[in-house]
């Protein structure tokens, strides 16, 4: 059974800095890409960062380009968000997200909160 258990959130004040943890189990975590996104309140979900299986590979939106950082420890499972110069904009619940064994899995999210 795939799971994917996020924590690492909470209010931060603007400029401050997170770090997202992503504990994975239930499939084979050193072969697949794993990504974030967030979801703000009104607005569609949308992909902030992916990393390639080993880890060689990453991509941002550009909305968090420069401030984000995406890693993985494979001998951990487990995927990390470095969140650095946080904007109120950033406010939003983050998931974790793998496509594994033909199937997308999701994160239940973590609350990210930006405000002085």
């Known amino acids: 059974q795939v799971q994917l258990v996020e924590s690492g959130g909470g209010l931060v004040q603007p400029g401050g800095s997170l770090r997202l943890s992503c504990a994975a189990s239930?499939?084979?975590?050193?072969?697949?890409?794993m990504s974030w996104y967030r979801q703000a309140p009104g607005k569609e979900r949308e992909l902030v960062a992916i990393i390639t299986s080993v880890g060689v590979s990453t991509a941002y939106a550009d909305s968090v380009k420069g401030r984000f950082t995406i890693s993985r420890d494979n001998a951990k499972n487990t995927v990390y968000l470095q969140m650095n110069s946080l904007k109120p904009e950033d406010t939003a619940v983050y998931y974790c997200y793998v496509r594994a064994l033909s199937r997308n899995y999701w994160g239940q999210g973590t609350q990210v909160t930006v405000s002085s």
């Open positions: 239930g499939f084979t975590f050193s072969n697949y890409a």
